[in-house]
């Protein structure tokens, strides 16, 4: 192994993290606005006892789960199930091609979570914190 290779290996973890805050704070901002009206949505609000309601709740609270690093890999396995379904549904009837479906964020987002069921969540978690102190 090189001495490049070493470097970039010792922060490993520290990148999982960032790359988990990241997309877990994108994550968020759809949930936000779905349920909150912030950013403004261009087509209103979304009814909570609906589908997108549903998808709007588990945006928000999932992506406040994984940007803080608490149970990152069965709420990330939940997301990534969640953005597969959302492909499934409101993406593949339209076109085969997701860069004229408009679900090419939802194939991203689907198996970055999945990444994290099986990396974990990386550095800076309240996880750790709260193993720590155990």
Same mark, same amino acid.
């Given at each position: 192994?090189?001495?490049?290779?070493?470097?970039?290996?010792?922060?490993?973890?520290?990148? $999982?993290?960032? *790359?988990?805050?990241? !997309?877990?704070? /994108?994550? #968020?901002?759809? &949930?936000?606005?779905?349920? @909150? =009206?912030?950013?403004?949505?261009?087509?209103?609000?979304?009814? $909570?006892?609906? *589908?997108?309601?549903? !998808?709007?709740? /588990?945006? #928000?609270?999932? &992506?406040?789960?994984?940007? @803080? =690093?608490?149970?990152?890999?069965?709420?990330?396995?939940?997301?990534?199930?969640?953005?597969?379904?959302?492909?499934?549904?409101?993406?593949?009837?339209?076109?085969?091609?997701?860069? @004229?479906?408009?679900?090419?964020?939802?194939?991203?987002?689907?198996?970055?979570?999945?990444?994290?069921?099986?990396?974990?969540?990386?550095?800076?978690?309240?996880?750790?914190?709260?193993?720590?102190?155990?």
């Amino acid at each position: 192994m090189t001495a490049i290779t070493e470097r970039l290996n010792a922060w490993q973890p520290q990148m $999982l993290g960032v *790359l988990r805050i990241m !997309a877990a704070l /994108l994550f #968020l901002a759809h &949930g936000s606005q779905k349920l @909150l =009206g912030f950013p403004p949505a261009a087509n209103g609000g979304t009814e $909570l006892l609906s *589908l997108l309601g549903l !998808a709007g709740v /588990l945006e #928000l609270v999932g &992506g406040a789960l994984l940007a @803080l =690093g608490l149970f990152t890999r069965p709420v990330a396995f939940v997301l990534s199930g969640q953005m597969a379904v959302a492909y499934f549904m409101a993406h593949a009837p339209r076109s085969f091609f997701p860069t @004229l479906n408009g679900g090419d964020a939802a194939i991203l987002y689907c198996f970055l979570f999945l990444y994290l069921v099986f990396a974990g969540p990386g550095a800076w978690t309240v996880q750790s914190l709260i193993a720590r102190k155990a």
